[in-house]
Every structure is written in C-alpha cells, then in structure tokens.
C-alpha cells in the first residue's frame, strides 16, 4: 500500500564528486548553503569513494561535516579531531602484487578501498578469481573501486548513523553516480543532482533543476523553507 510521507529530516547526507563538488572543487555558493543548513540545527555527513588525504588535498573545509565516510563505505573519519574508525579490513599484500604484476596503472590503495579506471575491471576480477577473495568490483563513471564484499556507502552511512545516533528516515541523500544508489534508496528522502546519471534520476523521491553544488544548495533551501515534496512511501 501506498502512503504519502513527510519525514523529520535531520541529517544531509551528500557525495562529493559530482555533487557538492564540480571538477573536484567546492564553490562559494554551496559552502554558503551547506553553513545555511549547519547552522539550522541539521547535521552533514559527507559518503565519498575519495580515501581521506585526496579529498583533503581538495577541499579544505571537513571541518563543516559532522562525519565523512570515506572510501566507498570502507572508512569513519571525524573532521574535528581526526579520529578514524575502519569498517573492513586492507586489502590482501598478494592482491595487490597480483595487480602490479599486471600493469594496473594507475593504482590507488587506501585503507581498505583499492583503485584503478576502465578496462582494468577485468584485470581485477581475473586476480579476485584466482586469488579466491571475497572482494567486489564497484563503478563509479569510469572509476573501479575494489572493496570486500558487502561494503559499500550504504553500510558506512548506517555505521555514521550509528555514531551520531541516527535513523536513515531522518536522512536526506544526495548523489549524482551509481555507487549512490546504495546509500539513497536507504535514506528517508533521496535527491539527484540535474547532472546525475539517468539511471540514479528515476530512482529517487526529487531531482534538482540545477546541477552540482548549485543542485545540492536549491536542496537546502527547499529544505530549510519548509517545501520539500512528500514521497510514496510503502
């Protein structure tokens, strides 16, 4: 049965590339609305693939988000102290030379995320089979994030949620990539950017007219003033 609902919002949950950010980079005009929504009362988690010194080297502003979870789901990290809490464990040394032994370049390894582009998805999935890991291969528009199976940004949202005594139907979520779909279809009201991929736009409650950070601040404001669509709920 359907229902129409109106949820007591009380934490934004948004990706960073794409999203909040264009090119990599934040622009005035949405650090200005998400200091709006900050100091409404509402709390900011960040769920990002980046591993957290990338995203420091390009946005200098964690401070403004309550939690960050990072590298796909694998990772908490707290801006205003820089505690880290890891929800995976590393990745395995073989697996990692079995990569470099095939000319995967380039390679990030984080924490617990391991990173490469298109076509290399096949490479990896190559040495998961052999190496016999129960490890996944995630997409990100071009991007291939390695992680242990079963992690991935909705399982680090609910582990955020956690620490900051939460509930997802408080949360409204935004994304702009497929591995969004995770955490919005958890969240009790979830968004799309205007420049989000098609296949993410027909699945959540509202899309924005603008797109990037000028996308996530027209979510803001609706927010903040009150007009926010209802959604079906089943």
């Avoid at 796909?72 to 990290?77: P, R, T």
């Avoid at 370049?105 to 582009?117: D, M």
């Avoid at 950017?193 to 603008?210: F, G, I, Y």
Wanted: hydrophobic share 45%; glycine share 8%; proline share 4%.
């Amino acid at each position: 049965m359907l229902t129409e609902k109106r949820g007591n919002f009380t934490v934004l949950a948004t990706d960073y590339d794409g999203t909040i950010a264009t090119h990599g980079a934040v622009d005035g005009a949405t650090l200005d609305a998400l200091n709006r929504l900050k100091r409404s009362g509402r709390r900011l988690v960040m769920v990002t693939g980046r591993e957290i010194d990338d995203l420091r080297s390009v946005f200098s502003q964690l401070e403004l988000f309550d939690l960050i979870v990072a590298e796909n789901g694998a990772l908490l990290h707290w801006p205003a102290d820089g505690r880290e809490r890891l929800l995976a464990s590393p990745p395995e040394p073989e697996f990692l030379d079995a990569l470099r032994a095939r000319n995967v370049t380039p390679l990030s390894i984080g924490r617990v995320i391991v990173a490469t582009y298109e076509p290399f998805e096949s490479v990896a999935l190559e040495a998961i089979k052999e190496l016999v890991l129960e490890y996944q291969v995630i997409f990100n528009k071009g991007s291939v994030m390695i992680l242990p199976t079963g992690v991935n940004k909705a399982t680090g949202l609910h582990a955020a949620l956690g620490e900051l005594s939460s509930q997802a139907s408080e949360v409204v979520g935004v994304g702009d990539a497929e591995n969004d779909h995770a955490f919005l279809e958890i969240c009790g009201f979830s968004a799309a950017v205007a420049n989000a991929l098609p296949a993410l736009k027909r699945h959540v409650d509202w899309v924005s007219e603008a797109s990037h950070g000028a996308g996530v601040a027209e979510l803001i404001d609706r927010w903040i003033g009150g007009t926010l669509p209802a959604v079906s709920a089943r």
